[in-house]
């Protein structure tokens, strides 16, 4: 009795809170606003046709080596399977040993030629990201592997519903969806560059970043410190701005990195969609189950299985590919917010940024010393 009084308090106080009904009704308009692009595509045919697969080039190497984080459950451990099975050698990141040793034994079992390793991560923590680089490093060269990558899918994300910090002070959520993202492929460019073959960057992002109008980027907004000012927890708009803030620095590092013609590195956003996975699980059970309900019935709601589609549609991309938006599977691409196109907003955001990691790497080594 205690237990469902307790859900039922939890279920009414998130239920009068601004952010859920920003999640109740402002993500689903977001998430049509990309079916009805569909649509539109399927009414009035564009010149260009839809993306096709091609199969990871492999001249110059042994295997193709993928990194996928958040592999422990959902979307990371379905695209890491998938991706065993194209032949890459695949790296799974996660913050649970367990969780990765379950899903490790879950991929041989289902796929007995797959080549996995596994290092826990704690995307959220600088120095977390900074020892795996190196421990990525030393075990492509005890493998006797090339020292490259030629696929890293920033996949982790989380849905916080309270306040939590870094050990630097940071919004927990801002730092596992954004931060530790934009950090992890600053650390592993010299190596997605150092391919023999076209290597590619692939950026998980979603729908709900179409809810952000007028963003701000500054140090206060990307650490999140700017939203842990208001009395209750806004998990619905950091979510949001993590995942704009993501999809602008998919752009902005697209262009620059188109800038050296040498470096054959695409980077490509991909939706998802609506998935069922563990994400909702800080939401209230109720809540969340009603949720996942209404989104079946309207068809909206995929497996991971099948949710997988569009990150393996930007994976496995002709190499030239870069710099879209692809949703909805079968290699088709939408377009993303105005406000992610933003040309001076991508350019305070890749300053700031990397502003953010010079000092974290400054930190580092004060640290160390």
């Not at 042994?62 to 099975?85: D, E, F, H, M």
């Not at 709601?301 to 949710?307: I, R, V």
Request: proline letters at 4%; aromatic letters at 10%; hydrophobic letters at 45%.
């Amino acid at each position: 009795m205690l237990l469902v009084m307790k859900e039922l308090k939890a279920v009414i106080h998130f239920v009068c809170s601004v952010e859920f009904w920003r999640m109740a009704l402002l993500w689903p308009v977001s998430l049509l606003t990309s079916h009805f692009q569909l649509l539109f595509q399927n009414l009035f045919p564009r010149k260009s046709n839809p993306y096709k697969r091609c199969v990871p080039p492999i001249t110059g190497i042994k295997r193709p080596v993928c990194i996928v984080t958040g592999a422990t459950s959902g979307l990371g451990a379905a695209a890491a399977y998938a991706l065993s099975r194209e032949g890459f050698h695949v790296v799974l990141v996660g913050r649970s040993s367990h969780l990765l040793s379950e899903t490790m034994a879950d991929i041989t079992s289902r796929n007995k030629d797959a080549c996995l390793e596994a290092f826990q991560v704690d995307l959220s923590s600088f120095q977390s990201v900074l020892k795996f680089k190196d421990s990525l490093q030393q075990w492509l060269l005890d493998s006797d592997m090339h020292l490259s990558i030629q696929l890293l899918i920033n996949n982790a994300g989380i849905l916080a519903t309270s306040s939590r910090l870094t050990p630097e002070g940071y919004d927990q959520m801002m730092s596992t969806n954004y931060i530790g993202a934009f950090f992890l492929t600053k650390l592993l460019l010299p190596l997605l560059k150092n391919s023999p073959v076209p290597s590619r960057i692939v950026n998980v992002t979603s729908f709900t970043h179409r809810n952000v109008f007028n963003a701000q980027v500054n140090n206060e907004t990307i650490t999140g410190k700017f939203f842990l000012r208001s009395k209750c927890y806004p998990c619905a708009r950091i979510y949001e701005y993590s995942k704009l803030y993501l999809l602008i620095f998919s752009y902005e590092l697209h262009r620059n990195l188109g800038l050296d013609k040498s470096r054959h590195v695409s980077v490509i956003a991909a939706d998802p969609g609506v998935v069922k996975t563990n994400i909702m699980r800080e939401v209230p059970s109720f809540l969340s189950l009603m949720a996942f309900t209404v989104l079946k019935l309207l068809g909206l709601l995929q497996s991971p299985e099948k949710g997988i589609n569009s990150v393996l549609d930007a994976a496995l991309a002709p190499p030239e590919t870069s710099g879209v938006y692809f949703f909805g599977g079968k290699g088709r691409t939408v377009n993303s917010s105005a406000l992610s196109f933003n040309s001076k907003l991508a350019g305070e955001l890749w300053t700031t940024s990397c502003n953010l990691f010079i000092n974290s790497q400054l930190a580092c080594r004060d640290l160390s010393n």
